[in-house]
């Protein structure tokens, strides 16, 4: 179980076919002994099926691995695991290959807000995500 703490700097996400909206992006720091993460807060619940991560665009800095927690309830947060073990994702191997990650069998139905947090990187932990969420799995 994990407790996310203060939010550093905020901004809206819109999808491209959405007229709103769909996610709050955070940029978050438990403490000056871990890495930042990125947290994306629903507006409603979603089911979150997928990620795809880049590293930064103007540097050569990205996230080589990371892990993933979320929330169903805004409260209480879990990292996304395999037999209670928490799954390190494989990230990126350079700043602009874009690389997906199949969450669909990891079930996050009627998600609040979900995380990565970066586990190891190249050079700073700058990333460029996107979720990917299934509309009609409810």
């Not at 994990?2 to 438990?30: D, H, I, K």
């Not at 103007?58 to 209480?76: C, F, L, R």
């Amino acid at each position: 179980v994990l407790s996310p703490p203060y939010v550093y700097s905020g901004c809206e996400s819109w999808a491209a076919s959405a007229s709103q909206p769909v996610a709050n992006l955070q940029l978050l720091n438990p403490t000056t002994d871990y890495y930042d993460y990125v947290q994306a807060s629903f507006f409603t619940p979603k089911t979150v099926v997928g990620v795809a991560t880049q590293g930064r665009r103007d540097e050569p800095q990205w996230v080589t691995s990371y892990q993933i927690a979320y929330t169903k309830d805004g409260v209480n947060w879990k990292w996304v695991s395999n037999a209670g073990v928490p799954v390190s994702f494989p990230g990126n191997t350079d700043q602009n290959t874009i690389v997906t990650n199949d969450l669909s069998s990891y079930n996050l139905r009627k998600i609040l807000a979900i995380l990565i947090a970066p586990k190891t990187v190249n050079g700073w932990q700058s990333m460029r995500a996107e979720f990917y969420i299934n509309q009609e799995a409810f």
